[in-house]
């Protein structure tokens, strides 16, 4: 015959039932409120995406375009530094000065040229 289990355990027990009982019945509660919240986010998301101003788009452009031009630069000094160990007789050198030039003759039509 099994012992009976003391009346402190089944206290206890029963506190951390109800415990999780309650944490389901907040979260249960609460889901319709959480699941509206990121409605209203993903719908204002969606309306930024469609609306962003003229101003934004010249920012965001403006901001490209700097990027490219920062890559340009840094791949001209890269070129001349191959170009002159490619002069001194390094073939690897010579390589790689070949390979920066196809990639700042791509990139050279997308950055824009101002006259000085």
Do not use: H, S, W
């Given at each position: 015959m099994e012992k009976p289990l003391p009346f402190a355990t089944l206290m206890l027990s029963?506190?951390?039932l109800s415990g999780c009982v309650a944490k389901s019945a907040f979260d249960l509660a609460t889901m319709p409120v959480r699941a509206g919240a990121r409605?209203?986010?993903t719908t204002a998301d969606?309306?930024?995406r469609v609306t962003v101003s003229q101003s934004e788009r010249d920012e965001k452009r403006g901001r490209q375009i700097r990027q490219r031009e920062e890559r340009y630069g840094r791949l001209s000094r890269d070129y001349d530094r191959?170009?002159?160990?490619?002069r001194e007789g390094d073939d690897?050198?010579?390589?790689?000065?070949?390979r920066l030039y196809r990639e700042m003759d791509l990139l050279r039509a997308s950055v824009?040229?101002?006259p000085e």
């Open positions: 029963g506190l951390m409605a209203v986010n969606a309306y930024d191959a170009r002159a160990d490619c690897d050198a010579c390589d790689d000065a070949r824009p040229y101002e």
